[in-house]
């Protein structure tokens, strides 16, 4: 088992919190759909507050399903406080309002959204985040948000892989759902093929090129571990985790058609399939 140096993005959040009423389902692919307006307000508080104002208005105006109402015909107070009467002739349909507090090491968020529609609140939560992590608790806020209204689950917080030439070499990056904060894994190969990430967002499995030789990768990015799952002569594929995390599958030519199997993380055993 090798070590590897890693930079990894992180965010541990934990939150308490109220969903007052479950969000109303919006059919997004009807033809009818128009874009729905929406009032963010700076969450009130500190300077940070402002700062993940910004990226939640990034994120629902990059999502093509809300339109941003401008801050200057907001009509109430940014505190936790709300009349459907003031929004309905403004055409506002949604609410977000919400405060911060940091101490030396965290930052403690309240959110309300309010539907004003259906004249009430549709989601409450308060979140707990480290200070370093601003950016990802922004993006988990827009998911809960896109998700209290339209039903469905936003990818605002998922961070996206990619693979591109460094010198002579293939490396792995990381990004978030904006295209911003580009982070380098440290993965180097000849070739990289296949990335595919565990569930919980620390595990990965990747397909690399060495000497003329597919190999098989295991990558825990907690732990900073790299390890060679499986090399042998042919053409080997890496597929995705099974569901159970403990597993995945791989598609190996070491007996001369390629074949698929399951492949025990914890084990090495194989089980073929076809």
Not at 18 to 39: H, K, V, Y
Not at 167 to 175: H, P, V, Y
Not at 185 to 213: C, F, M, V
Request: some cysteine; aromatic content about 10%.
């Amino acid at each position: 088992m090798k070590k590897v140096k890693f930079i990894a993005v992180i965010m541990v959040v934990v939150f308490t919190g109220l969903n007052a009423q479950a969000g109303i389902f919006i059919d997004i692919t009807s033809e009818r759909f128009r874009p729905i307006p929406i009032a963010i307000y700076d969450l009130a508080g500190e300077d940070k507050g402002k700062q993940i104002s910004d990226i939640l208005r990034e994120d629902f105006s990059l999502s093509g399903v809300f339109e941003l109402v401008p801050p200057e015909s907001y009509v109430e107070t940014p505190l936790p406080v709300f009349n459907p009467s003031n929004w309905r002739p403004l055409g506002v349909e949604v609410v977000v309002k919400g405060s911060v507090d940091i101490d030396n090491t965290a930052v403690r968020t309240s959110v309300y959204v309010y539907d004003v529609v259906e004249m009430k609140r549709v989601l409450q939560k308060r979140y707990t985040a480290k200070k370093d992590k601003i950016v990802a608790l922004a993006h988990r806020i827009a998911n809960d948000i896109y998700k209290s209204i339209i039903g469905r689950e936003a990818v605002f917080n998922k961070t996206l892989s990619f693979v591109s030439q460094k010198g002579n070499e293939q490396a792995l990056f990381l990004i978030d759902f904006t295209g911003q904060h580009l982070t380098d894994t440290g993965l180097r190969e000849d070739i990289i093929l296949a990335p595919n990430w565990s569930q919980d967002g620390w595990k990965l499995l990747y397909t690399a090129q060495e000497k003329h030789q597919w190999n098989l990768y295991f990558v825990d990015f907690k732990k900073g571990k790299k390890k060679l799952l499986y090399a042998a002569r042919g053409v080997n594929i890496i597929g995705d985790f099974l569901p159970d995390g403990q597993r995945c599958l791989i598609t190996s030519s070491q007996t001369g058609s390629p074949d698929i199997y399951i492949y025990d993380l914890a084990s090495g055993k194989k089980t073929k399939l076809t």
